[in-house]
């Protein structure tokens, strides 16, 4: 029999499949490696973690730096408090940009293009632009100190995430609206019961973006929180980094790190289908 003979096309191909793969591999550990550094450092005793040379994995593994951390620092309260202004959050935006998205892609109204180009508009304003007003708006309202300035906002909307699903509203055909409205439904009950239903890659996207933002959070509460009961899990992390004793910290801090990265990373693992498609579909614009 008559060997396939490789052609100089293939060879080329093979080539470049293995220099991207490699590539890819070698940039991977590049940011894999701090995060292995963070969870060996988080078994360490406080005296280990700056052997020379580094010990990747801790000869005597421990998790008394987990128990001090709840124990002493109560950090489980500081997770609440992440988990519940997030979840507002969240809820907030969810509600609030999909009721506005839908009323730009489906419902026709005079000057429906300027105001939706003047909701674009906001996002070209850098954030400290609206700080300042907004930071005297609340101490004005007497709420400076507490947790109501960082979910407030999130029932009022934002200008990228009523972009994002309004292009994606627009795919949605209208004859399944019209169907549903000669059937007798009210404009909420075709948002409800047609679009929400057909919107779960976009919504499963905007619900990472505001899940990933809020959780992660630093510099809002950073401003409006003063109580320490109220502080949330990212505002902890930099008290605990602030102290002097480093070597006995460093360990409680990367067990700090560890816990508020996983939910991120959950949530990203099993909704990446749904981002992805989020990303990928768009509207067309009519």
Known sequence: MRKHATKPGEINSIGAKIAIYACLILCSLVFLVPFFWMISTAFKKPGAVFIQPMQWIPKEPTLANFTRLFEEFHFQNYIFNSVWLTAVNLIGYMISCAMVAYAFATQKWKYKNVLFLLVLATMMLPKEVIFYPRFILFKYLGLYGTMTPLWIPAFFGDAFQIFLMRQFFLGIPNELGEAAKIDGC???????????????PVLATSAIYIFMFHWNDFFGPLIYITKESSRTA?????????????????????????????????LYYFCQRYFIAGIVVKGVEK
């Open 234 to 266: 990212a505002l902890a992390l930099m008290y605990l980094k602030s102290s002097q004793d480093v070597q006995s910290m460093m360990p409680m801090q990367m067990c700090a790190a560890i816990i508020t990265v996983i939910p991120c990373l959950l």
């Open 186 to 200: 009210s404009r909420f009950r075709i948002f409800r019961s047609i679009y929400l239903p057909l919107s779960k």
